[in-house]
């Protein structure tokens, strides 16, 4: 448990004693810990097959505290990982059963969908989303599972070995409350062309993003494009290989196309990667060569394959960085939801900012062509420039965050007499922290001397 804690908050090496655990035996399942985290893996409390809500087995019952020991009857790292990785979505019974999740259904469908206009292909998609209101984890519209759970291990920690105040590196840098970052996957020629357009809207909102760019069939990339793209403070990233929907199929045509898709990320010297419609297979993921990846959802009830990553946090897969997306994309609100507000985006804002999260979005330049598209997206923004300003939010471009983060987790805490120190590449601009436990028991935060949350209890 301590590395996990460690990795994801950054505290001194030696701050806890390290904390016992039994894995048990048999099938992975679902379980709880306290009334409201939901956990997956293996436990000595038991499990169950299917996410049943309440009837879940509680695995707080049998965690012990004695003295300043911690004694746990499931392995917490395994369940953060069994959450960031999708392990708990990919049990048999999880959407296998329905239909259009049939591969020649899905083969079909990509074969013809580059001739079906938008009008006909959201008939086709709201098909397939039509139970999305009925799937019961992860949680609907953000789910902070994972951050929730190490919080809560965090300051059961505090407790048994009486530390009310410990020190971390702050998650962002300059002490920035949470990240937000702007992309752009590029489905069209017609996208592709409107990006100059798009770039002079977020400029003019004081916003930088990512452009994701199909390398293969979809369109021509001319070298004019990305050097504007890049001239103007952008970002080039690339986009799945050709967009048709099958890049995860089977594993020897996988690494085929990983093999080409690292040759593009050569060629375009390019960093950050995106897979077509956020299709994806994270024990792949080794066979990749890019810096960071976007394309795990925290919560996917719109997208087409199901699951969700649980965190509002960048995080690891090996060598890769993890860049999740946290909000849902415009092209589920305008044409799954039938939404022309950004009232779910507001809330998604609000629910990500609690735990001083990553705020990422994907904003399709093909679709903010029109009318009713660009003035959604003008109206996100000029919210975001408000939220920003007002909350001196982080507002940075995603290979910028992967830079900061890899810095982050070289980074470490030595104690200087009474005071502390951050010693690691970055560190100029890292902010000392401290978790804090008040008189009842709850966790806040404090960054600088400052308040960053309180009550961090659900």
């Given at each position: 448990?301590?590395q996990?804690?460690f990795?994801?908050?950054?505290?001194p090496?030696?701050?806890?004693?390290?904390?016992?655990?039994?894995?048990?035996?048999?099938?992975?399942g679902?379980?709880?810990?306290g009334?409201?985290?939901?956990?997956?893996?293996?436990?000595m409390?038991?499990v169950?097959?299917?996410?049943?809500?309440?009837?879940?087995?509680?695995?707080?019952?049998?965690?012990?505290?004695?003295g300043?020991?911690?004694?746990?009857?499931?392995?917490?790292?395994?369940?953060?990982?069994?959450?960031?990785?999708?392990?708990?979505?990919?049990?048999?019974a999880?959407?296998?059963q329905?239909?259009?999740?049939?591969?020649?259904?899905?083969q079909?469908?990509?074969?013809?969908?580059?001739l079906?206009p938008v009008?006909?292909?959201?008939?086709?998609?709201?098909?397939?989303?039509?139970?999305?209101?009925?799937?019961?984890?992860?949680?609907?519209?953000?789910?902070?599972?994972?951050?929730?759970?190490?919080?809560?291990?965090?300051?059961?920690?505090?407790?048994?070995?009486?530390?009310?105040?410990?020190?971390?590196?702050?998650?962002?840098?300059?002490g920035?409350p949470s990240?937000?970052?702007?992309t752009?996957?590029?489905?069209?020629?017609?996208?592709r062309?409107?990006?100059s357009t798009?770039?002079?809207?977020?400029e003019?909102?004081?916003?930088?993003s990512?452009?994701?760019?199909?390398?293969?069939k979809?369109?021509?990339?001319?070298?004019a494009?990305v050097?504007?793209?890049?001239?103007?403070?952008?970002?080039?990233?690339?986009?799945?290989?050709?967009?048709?929907?099958?890049?995860?199929?089977?594993?020897?045509?996988?690494?085929?196309?990983?093999?080409?898709?690292?040759e593009?990320?050569?060629?375009?010297?390019?960093?950050?990667?995106?897979?077509?419609?956020?299709?994806?297979?994270?024990?792949?993921?080794?066979?990749?060569?890019?810096?960071?990846?976007?394309?795990?959802?925290?919560?996917?009830h719109?997208?087409?394959?199901?699951?969700?990553?649980?965190t509002?946090?960048?995080?690891?897969?090996?060598?890769?960085?993890?860049?999740?997306?946290?909000?849902?994309?415009?092209?589920?609100?305008?044409?799954?939801?039938?939404?022309?507000s950004?009232?779910?985006?507001?809330?998604?804002?609000?629910?990500?900012?609690?735990r001083?999260?990553l705020?990422?979005f994907?904003?399709?330049?093909?679709?903010?062509?029109?009318?009713?598209?660009?003035?959604?997206?003008e109206?996100?923004?000029?919210?975001?420039?408000?939220?920003?300003?007002?909350?001196?939010?982080?507002a940075?471009?995603?290979?910028?965050?992967?830079?900061?983060?890899?810095?982050?987790?070289q980074?470490r805490?030595v104690?200087?007499?009474?005071?502390?120190?951050?010693?690691?590449?970055?560190?100029?601009?890292?902010?000392?922290?401290?978790a804090?436990?008040?008189?009842?028991?709850?966790?806040?935060?404090?960054v600088?001397?400052?308040?960053?949350?309180?009550?961090?209890?659900?």
């Amino acid at each position: 448990m301590n590395q996990t804690l460690f990795d994801y908050f950054r505290f001194p090496a030696d701050a806890f004693r390290s904390a016992s655990s039994d894995t048990g035996s048999g099938s992975d399942g679902f379980f709880r810990f306290g009334s409201q985290i939901v956990c997956y893996g293996q436990c000595m409390s038991g499990v169950a097959e299917r996410m049943n809500g309440s009837d879940l087995p509680d695995a707080s019952k049998d965690m012990s505290l004695i003295g300043s020991d911690i004694h746990l009857p499931f392995d917490a790292a395994q369940v953060v990982d069994n959450l960031r990785l999708e392990r708990y979505a990919k049990k048999p019974a999880l959407d296998k059963q329905r239909i259009v999740n049939h591969p020649l259904v899905r083969q079909a469908y990509y074969s013809v969908r580059e001739l079906m206009p938008v009008s006909v292909r959201r008939h086709f998609q709201k098909a397939y989303f039509n139970d999305w209101k009925s799937l019961a984890f992860p949680n609907w519209p953000v789910d902070l599972t994972v951050d929730i759970f190490l919080e809560e291990l965090l300051r059961l920690s505090m407790e048994v070995s009486g530390k009310p105040k410990v020190p971390f590196i702050w998650f962002w840098p300059e002490g920035a409350p949470s990240c937000l970052i702007m992309t752009h996957d590029v489905e069209t020629s017609a996208g592709r062309d409107f990006a100059s357009t798009l770039m002079d809207i977020d400029e003019s909102f004081g916003i930088k993003s990512s452009f994701q760019s199909i390398p293969e069939k979809r369109y021509e990339i001319p070298k004019a494009y990305v050097e504007e793209i890049r001239g103007r403070g952008f970002e080039f990233n690339i986009q799945d290989l050709n967009h048709d929907g099958h890049l995860f199929e089977e594993h020897t045509e996988f690494l085929r196309r990983a093999k080409k898709i690292n040759e593009y990320v050569q060629m375009y010297d390019a960093r950050g990667f995106r897979a077509g419609a956020m299709y994806r297979n994270l024990d792949w993921y080794n066979a990749f060569e890019f810096s960071y990846d976007m394309s795990v959802p925290n919560v996917a009830h719109l997208e087409p394959q199901r699951g969700g990553c649980c965190t509002v946090m960048p995080f690891f897969i090996g060598k890769i960085l993890e860049l999740p997306l946290t909000t849902t994309q415009d092209y589920s609100i305008l044409h799954v939801l039938d939404d022309h507000s950004i009232g779910l985006w507001k809330k998604q804002l609000a629910l990500i900012r609690t735990r001083n999260g990553l705020m990422s979005f994907i904003a399709h330049p093909d679709y903010l062509i029109g009318r009713r598209g660009r003035l959604l997206y003008e109206s996100l923004l000029d919210h975001l420039r408000q939220m920003t300003a007002r909350e001196k939010i982080w507002a940075a471009l995603p290979g910028d965050v992967d830079r900061w983060w890899r810095d982050r987790s070289q980074m470490r805490l030595v104690a200087r007499g009474n005071d502390w120190e951050i010693e690691g590449p970055g560190k100029e601009r890292a902010r000392l922290a401290y978790a804090v436990l008040d008189g009842r028991g709850r966790l806040g935060y404090e960054v600088d001397g400052v308040s960053a949350k309180q009550d961090l209890q659900r």
